[in-house]
């Protein structure tokens, strides 16, 4: 094996995972939940808990005095998911300091982190507006390299470290920054590429797992973690955030001449995507109120990314299919396939990017532009083609050992399989690229005892590396024109013209209500999840669970739209649904069991629906079935009354309390259902355990979605502000089939002044309320589920009442003409401008009523 090899594999040898220290800036202790007794203690656990590691290794968990902390630790070493990721423990005070615990399962142990609180105390508004605010930005960017440069900048602010960048992964696992924020005299890194070897496969894989990493001053004593006795094996801390930081990556980053960093994982579909990495030149410990926000945020922006990148191949398929459509067209016109492509193939290598192609059709083959002979091919097309996939390759004398590479040679080509030994091959000729590294490449080896190792470079200096001999690489898109030409002559030349036209026009209609449907999902989700962070705010007295339960929310709802955009369904399981929410907290699986007679849910109303599911599954976890090693969770899906019965029972957990107070979660499992999903449901903190039944209609089960046609666009009404007077405001009609928009909304608008708001979820009970009251003003939510509120606005034109509606669905929506002069906002609303235009439509019907 070569030295380059072994140091490499060296590098991801090195155990990161057990540095034996911690960081300086906080404390840490292990148990065993067995003996509850502590076996591993930081050297530094004096200054935070007073006494000395001696004394508190060994001692019992009761040492620590605090019961409220000994009770959270006892519940928490429970938990399933502390496995995989740090959970919130509480906060505490010794000797006049405030700390606040972190604890998750290493192993066996159960390891808790001390940090101080942060002083002075953290503004929780502050942080909910940061958070609100960041989604509003994140969710408006429907550019992906706008969402990235907003997003550096804006945490470059916010979090104040000198350096934010977006640095992306290649195939290969080197990568490049591909949005910066550089507040530094440093030079700026944009655009410059790093090595693999940078960030070794053990430190993605930690990355992968957990969501932020923070080293606070690479010139600190790192702090020894000590064991009770010394036959204990090294700990674990791929999970801690003070985990001691590798000496290599320390010799690194002073190389760079940083001294902290912060970095969060960009995960996309489960994959490291890339990374966000905050440089400061200085020693740094995030502030815990920038990691509140940073935690949710991240969730938000994976999920975010995943949907631009879905979008961006929508619009390629676009293009694809108008090329096919073209030549499927050409051939029901009575046209030769064979003449329609080989009569001017230009076009399509065009669309390929290509130089030229090869037709192999019926035994004879037809060559276009720049390419190889056909001879020199075939072999390798013979064994490429054999399963019936499009393959492609960059880099033709990796391939063919005797191919001799001219500067202007053929460097790749794709191979597309047209049935029957058919098939069409598009070359591409190599070019030369320039890439940009942050210093030499070159792998800087020394060995030393027998041990090959490689050392961080020592500049991070331009470096300009010239590649020949490649094409450029194949995008999705060349796939997707490949496979679609594939089927075209496949289906033509099967006969089958006229079936695959009418497949070309439904795959038309359903693309464009799937862009639609889309954007009008993001935006739906958007506006729920930031209900939820105001709602979970209230009931979340620790910042940090505030956040973690905020985390784990948008963890729920994303998971809820991945399910329903897989291939943009008509409908999903309500089995797969529950799965996917409690499957992770069923350790073993041995907890859960689902049965019955599966029903389906329209996509549309996934998240809300997982959401409720969501609520029972972590009520579950903090204090019923999933808290106990031997709970369990019966779930059994029943067809009845004309709809679907979904009943939840747990047993087996602590005996079950009727909760004094009526948190979050109950609220919305109570409300949701009912005011959303047309639903009933009924929930019983019975003694043995928790009992809910739902029942659903059968209009929010699965049939098709989307009905409604989304034609002509129609201009956003001009809202610039008019100076006006306050007046002073009446009573308001909401009408809002979204419950959890529903209760943000009646906040938003009482925060502005409107004491007295009557809410309505359908038109029927809107049309009743408004023969009992006299209303100031209506605010109407455009898609009321099944219908739309446009009854209630002609209702209410006829009684001079000012109206003002919202919608998800952007511009998409055409109102009917004689109602198109109702000016609208586009959801999620923000409460200024609902505020303002509110005010100005009342104070113009106010002057017309005086006028006449
Ligand atoms: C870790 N290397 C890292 C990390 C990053 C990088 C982000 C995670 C730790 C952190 O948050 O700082 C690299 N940082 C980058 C890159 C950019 C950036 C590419 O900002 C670009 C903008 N490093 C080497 C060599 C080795 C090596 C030669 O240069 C191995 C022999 C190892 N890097 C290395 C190790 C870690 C690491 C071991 C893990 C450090 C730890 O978590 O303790």
Redesign the pocket.
């Known amino acids: 094996m070569d030295l380059e090899q072994r140091?490499l594999e060296?590098?991801d040898r090195?155990p990161?995972h057990i540095?034996g220290t911690i960081q300086e800036n906080g404390a840490l202790l292990a148990l065993d939940p067995a003996t509850k007794q502590i076996v591993y203690a930081s050297a530094n656990v004096g200054d935070y808990l007073g006494g000395t590691v001696e004394g508190w290794l060994g001692s019992s968990i009761q040492t620590l005095g605090d019961r409220k902390l000994v009770h959270s630790i006892n519940n928490l070493m429970e938990l399933p998911t502390i496995a995989e990721r740090r959970e919130p423990v509480c906060s505490l005070e010794h000797g006049g300091q405030k700390f606040e615990a972190h604890g998750f399962q290493s192993g066996d142990l159960f390891v808790l982190e001390i940090e101080p609180s942060a002083t002075p105390p953290w503004a929780d508004a502050e942080v909910s507006a940061r958070i609100s605010e960041l989604f509003q930005l994140v969710n408006k960017q429907d550019d992906l390299h706008r969402l990235l440069n907003i997003s550096v900048r804006w945490l470059q602010r916010m979090s104040g470290y000198d350096r934010v960048?977006i640095?992306r992964f290649a195939e290969d696992w080197s990568?490049e920054?591909i949005a910066e924020e550089n507040t530094s005299e440093h030079d700026d890194?944009l655009g410059l590429n790093?090595p693999k070897?940078?960030?070794?496969t053990?430190?993605r894989e930690?990355?992968l797992r957990l969501p932020l990493?923070?080293?606070t001053d690479v010139d600190q004593t790192p702090v020894p973690v000590q064991a009770a006795s010394a036959d204990l094996p090294p700990l674990d801390l791929s999970l801690a955030q003070l985990?001691?930081?590798?000496p290599?990556?320390v010799e690194?980053?002073r190389n760079m001449e940083v001294e902290a960093?912060?970095?969060l994982s960009i995960v996309v579909k489960g994959k490291l995507w890339g990374?966000i990495?905050f440089?400061n030149y200085a020693p740094m410990v995030p502030p815990p109120r920038v990691r509140a926000v940073c935690l949710p945020f991240i969730e938000y922006f994976n999920v975010k990314l995943a949907l631009l990148e879905d979008q961006e191949l929508q619009a390629a398929r676009e293009t694809v299919r108008e090329i096919h459509q073209r030549i499927s067209a050409e051939h029901a016109e009575g046209s030769d396939l064979k003449e329609i492509i080989t009569g001017d193939p230009f076009p399509l290598i065009e669309q390929f990017n290509a130089d030229g192609m090869v037709l192999h059709l019926d035994g004879s083959w037809h060559e276009y532009g720049d390419c190889l002979p056909w001879q020199k091919i075939s072999t390798l097309v013979t064994e490429t083609c054999a399963d019936g996939r499009v393959v492609a390759f960059t880099n033709l004398a990796e391939l063919l050992p005797d191919y001799q590479r001219t500067p202007d040679a053929i460097a790749g080509l794709m191979i597309i399989p047209l049935g029957n030994e058919n098939a069409a091959v598009v070359f591409r000729k190599g070019q030369e690229t320039q890439v940009k590294w942050?210093g030499a490449p070159n792998k800087?080896i020394v060995e030393e005892d027998g041990v090959v190792?490689?050392?961080?470079?020592g500049s991070f200096s331009l470096y300009v590396d010239t590649v020949q001999g490649t094409c450029a690489p194949w995008r999705p898109l060349d796939y997707e024109l490949g496979d679609g030409l594939a089927r075209v002559v496949l289906q033509t030349t099967q006969q089958r013209a006229r079936i695959e036209r009418a497949f070309f026009e439904d795959r038309d209609r359903q693309q464009k209500l799937m862009i639609s449907e889309l954007n009008h999902r993001v935006r739906n989700i958007l506006a729920l999840i930031r209900s939820v962070s105001r709602q979970a705010r209230r009931s979340n007295s620790s910042l940090s669970s505030y956040s973690a339960a905020l985390e784990q929310r948008i963890k729920a709802l994303a998971v809820a739209h991945d399910l329903s955009n897989t291939g943009m369904v008509e409908s999903v399981s309500l089995a797969k649904i529950i799965e996917t929410e409690v499957q992770p907290y069923d350790e073993g699986g041995r907890h859960l069991s689902i049965g019955g007679e599966d029903a389906s849910i329209r996509p549309d109303l996934c998240p809300i629906f997982a959401l409720a599911i969501h609520e029972l599954t972590t009520n579950a976890v903090k204090y019923g079935a999933l808290s106990q090693p031997d709970g369990s969770i019966s779930i059994v899906l029943k067809r009845e009354d004309g709809g679907c019965t979904i009943s939840w029972r747990e047993r087996g957990g602590p005996a079950v309390q009727e909760p004094s107070r009526t948190g979050f979660g109950s609220t919305l499992i109570k409300q949701a259902i009912p005011f959303e999903l047309d639903g009933r449901v009924d929930l019983r903190f019975s003694p043995e355990g928790v009992e809910a039944e739902i029942w659903l209609p059968q209009s929010v089960l699965g049939t098709g979605f989307a009905s409604e046609q989304y034609t002509s666009p129609i201009s956003q009404v001009d809202l610039a502000p008019v100076p006006h007077d306050r007046p002073k405001t009446g009573r308001l009609l909401l009408v809002e089939d979204n419950f959890v928009i529903a209760m943000d909304m009646e906040s938003i608008l009482f925060d502005v002044g409107f004491e007295n708001v009557s809410t309505a979820a359908s038109v029927q009970k809107a049309m009743n309320l408004i023969d009992r009251h006299t209303f100031a003003a209506a605010v109407l939510d455009m898609h009321l589920g099944n219908e739309n509120s446009f009854p209630i606005a002609r209702e209410l034109r006829a009684r001079g009442i000012p109206i003002l509606f919202v919608t998800g669905y952007g511009s998409d929506l055409e109102r009917p003409q004689d109602i198109e002069e109702i000016p609208y906002l586009t959801k999620p609303v923000e409460s200024s401008v609902l505020a303002d235009t509110l005010f100005e439509l009342i104070a113009e019907a106010e002057c017309r009523k005086t006028v006449r």
């Open positions: 140091a060296e590098c090195e990161i540095p960048m640095y990568g920054v890194f790093f070897w940078d960030i070794p053990q430190a930690i990355m990493r923070m080293i985990r001691g930081v590798s290599v990556h690194y980053l960093t912060m970095t990374i990495s440089h942050a800087d190792r490689l050392s961080p470079r």
